[in-house]
T-cell receptor
């Protein structure tokens, strides 16, 4: 495996379900990010982890809960979501958060909340 | 709040035509990146520009960073169907506390054979 991988690629869930999105980076980076991409909106940064510590939480509702057990893995735990949370969720990684800012993205998880 | 405005939002052209897309802001960025995103995939980094006035070429793609580091353009020569995708610009701000990327909404390009 190379680059940044995300699973699952597609997820359909009800509002009462609990699910988790997984991201793994094979680039030796030390910063990881969760973004939300909705139609007609710019990519929205949700969470940033640097050296496994959360350094930013952009006013994201508590129904989204991130976890970073080590520098290669990032999870996004989902519970009691709303239909407006349907979007493409992208994970990214970078080396040295705050340098040139070059981020490498995974393919995303297309989430549909019914 | 920093914003990056991209124009045009949509562009549909024939194979072989040239095009330019723009990324503008009232804010100064430390660096600016261009990404291409295809349907169902994540953005793929094309280039990073750092110095005001910098020009970088990637085959038929020419990227320019404005002198004041507030804007950028992407010019494609002799577009091909494989160039189809969403082109995103993203500015990096190291004056902020986190140095995170600010993304534009993107230009959706369709190149028809």
């Amino acid at each position: 495996e190379t680059g940044v991988t995300q699973t699952p690629r597609h997820l359909v869930m009800g509002m009462t379900n609990k699910k988790s999105l997984k991201c793994e980076q094979h680039l030796g980076h030390n910063a990881m990010y969760w973004y939300k991409q909705s139609a007609k909106k710019p990519l929205e940064l949700m969470f940033v982890y640097s050296l496994e510590e959360r350094v930013e939480n952009n006013s994201v509702p508590s129904r989204f809960s991130p976890e970073c057990p080590n520098s290669s893995h990032l999870f996004l735990h989902l519970h009691t979501l709303q239909p407006e949370d349907s979007a493409l969720y992208l994970c990214a990684s970078s080396q040295g958060q705050g340098l040139l800012g070059e981020q490498f993205f995974g393919p995303g998880t297309r989430l549909t909340v019914l | 709040t920093q914003l990056l405005e991209q124009s045009p939002q949509f562009l549909s052209i024939q194979e072989g035509e040239n095009l330019t897309v723009y990324c503008n802001s009232s804010s100064v960025f430390s660096s600016l990146q261009w990404y291409r995103q295809e349907p169902g995939e994540g953005p793929v980094l094309l280039v990073t520009v750092v110095t005001g006035g910098e020009v970088k070429k990637l085959k038929r793609l020419t990227f320019q960073f404005g002198d004041a580091r507030k804007d950028s353009s992407l010019h494609i020569t002799a577009a091909q169907p494989g160039d189809t995708g969403l082109y995103l610009c993203a500015g990096a701000d190291y004056g902020g506390s986190q140095g995170n990327l600010i993304f534009g909404k993107g230009t959706k390009l369709s190149v028809k054979p």
